[in-house]
């Protein structure tokens, strides 16, 4: 089977299209017709080589939405017409440790579905069963591609840490990530508050559901937050700030919690952390079961991204508009 796709064929290169083929379908596997994909940082970061493991042509694309055309012989829970999405792994051993207690997302051979393979800006692709999530039918397609990876990011530690709907949760960062966090927290009963870099957003982060919003750089609002938060979800990429001050904002067993990529070391120190017995983490994307979770978390709050929209064949434009920092929040590239 031909796959027509967009690729790039050098580091930092311009997306052309790309034509494959797809061998003989595995026991276990799934194709599925893509009616659109969302567009990530991430793409982006592997298109220009940015973590140095990269192989060109490069097909990115990993926040799939489709319908399966075509099932293995061992796949029993999937079938062919349904809707199903895709989101940064493609595959899991099924075997190990990780995988039988259900975190697949953190199993050693997880398969990127666009590392060492090709992804989702295309017309077709191929994955293993488990990680074809089903869509409900109560969730729009055309906005549901951004919740198979920032969306199940931000999703992810709620399920992990047993967020409770009487916790103070802060969102610090309202981008891709940070707006659906706010509606997450939101939906779940939480009392929310925003941190943002900008006074422009903080009506907007109310309307997603925040019931306050503080601006990073006002050191005297921060301070007044002193033992505020059960939890603070960072979702920014990079900050430049002290971090003792916004650990200062945790309650006693509070948790500082990263869900974006930080390009210099954290300057926290033990006694920040050992005061109040507090925890700083990270995490992931989720693994199947939480993605399912999500998607039917989403459809009965009806929760959706905020989207752009583009047709795959303006990626470039797309691609272009996302490193202008103007997207508003994600981008949805359509077939």
């Known amino acids: 089977m031909k796959v027509k796709a967009y690729a790039a064929k050098n580091e930092k290169g311009m997306l052309e299209p790309y034509e494959y083929e797809l061998g003989e379908i595995g026991p276990d596997d799934v194709d599925i017709e893509i009616e659109n994909c969302g567009l990530c940082y991430s793409d982006v ?25 075509a099932i293995g012989s061992q796949v029993k829970d999937r079938h062919v017409g349904q809707r199903v999405g895709v989101g940064f792994q493609a ?21 990127g579905v666009f590392v060492g393979r090709n992804g ?30 920032g969306g199940i990011t931000v999703f992810n530690p709620f399920v992990q840490y047993a967020v409770k709907p009487t ?27 925003a941190i943002t870099g900008s ?9 997603y559901g925040a019931h306050k919003v503080v601006i990073a750089s006002d050191i005297d609002a921060i301070k007044k937050l002193k033992k505020s938060f059960d939890y603070l979800f960072f979702t ?54 939480a993605m399912k979770k999500m998607v039917e ?4 709050h009806k929760i959706i991204p905020e989207v752009e929209f583009f047709k795959m064949s303006e990626i470039n434009e797309a691609i272009a508009h996302l490193k202008s920092g103007k997207a508003r929040y994600r981008i949805v590239l359509e077939n």
Not at 93 to 108: F, Q, R, S, V
Not at 297 to 300: E, H, M, T
Request: charged letters at 20%.
């Open 120 to 149: 989702g800006f295309a017309d077709k692709i191929r994955v293993q069963d488990l990680s074809a999530i089903p869509i409900p039918d109560a969730l729009d397609p055309r906005t549901a591609g951004p919740l198979m990876c």
């Open 167 to 193: 916790d103070n949760v802060c969102i610090f960062g309202i981008g891709g990530l940070g707006h659906m966090a706010i509606k997450f927290a939101n939906a779940w009963g939480c009392e929310v508050t």
């Open 199 to 207: 006074e422009s957003k903080v009506e907007e982060a109310k309307s």
């Open 45 to 69: 970061h592997y298109i220009d080589n940015d973590f140095s493991n990269n192989e060109y042509p490069f097909v990115p694309g990993h926040e799939v939405i489709g319908k399966i055309t």
């Open 91 to 111: 595959g899991y051993c099924k075997t190990c440790e990780c995988c039988y207690n259900g975190d697949h997302n953190l199993c050693d051979d997880r398969v």
């Open 297 to 300: 978390f989403c459809a009965r």
């Open 236 to 289: 920014g990429h990079a900050f430049e700030g002290k971090w003792g001050l916004f650990m200062n904002t945790l309650k006693p067993k509070g948790r500082l919690h990263f869900l974006g990529l930080l390009p210099e070391p954290l300057n926290i120190t033990m006694f920040h952390m050992l005061r109040g017995q507090n925890s700083v983490s990270a995490s992931p994307v989720g693994g199947p079961e």
